[in-house]
């Protein structure tokens, strides 16, 4: 099912996100995956490579329920350090665009004192529309 992006102009223009998506079907929604493998290995202490391994496990799921990146329409993403998300905006870019390309979900940052996984730095849970 496609989904519609909703950007009223009485609102700030998003960048990197969308304010809503509107759509019908069936909801998916995906735990909070964190940067690591199927074996349950952080993939890297490096912020950008675990939010990348984050993003590769959820649409994995996506995948699996009958999706793609662009059923996704909402993301909450936890991470430890804001600042350090900020600083890396453009290589958080790069890890975007090969697996979400133009498509840009419903999003929240939440900066957390700490993760279930002590290596974690970033968790990313969604909602996708099937």
């Known amino acids: ?12 223009r998003p960048v990197g996100y969308s304010h809503g998506l509107r759509g019908q079907g069936q909801l998916l929604f995906v735990a909070g995956q964190v940067g690591w493998d199927a074996q349950e290995r952080m993939v890297s202490d490096d912020f950008v490579a675990q939010f990348a391994q984050a ?13 793609g990146p662009e059923s996704v329409a909402r ?4 991470v430890t350090d804001k600042d350090e998300y900020l600083r890396r905006l453009r290589d958080l870019g790069q ?9 840009y979900p419903a999003m929240a940052l939440v900066e ?10 970033v968790e990313i849970e969604a909602t996708a529309l099937l």
């Open 1 to 12: 099912m496609a989904l519609e992006v909703v950007n009223p102009p009485e609102l700030a």
């Open 95 to 103: 890890a975007w665009r090969p697996r979400f390309g133009r498509h």
């Open 75 to 78: 993301l909450t993403v936890y």
């Open 112 to 121: 957390v004192r700490g993760l279930l996984e002590p290596r974690a730095q």
């Open 55 to 67: 993003l590769d496990n959820l649409l994995a799921l996506v995948r699996a329920a009958g999706g």
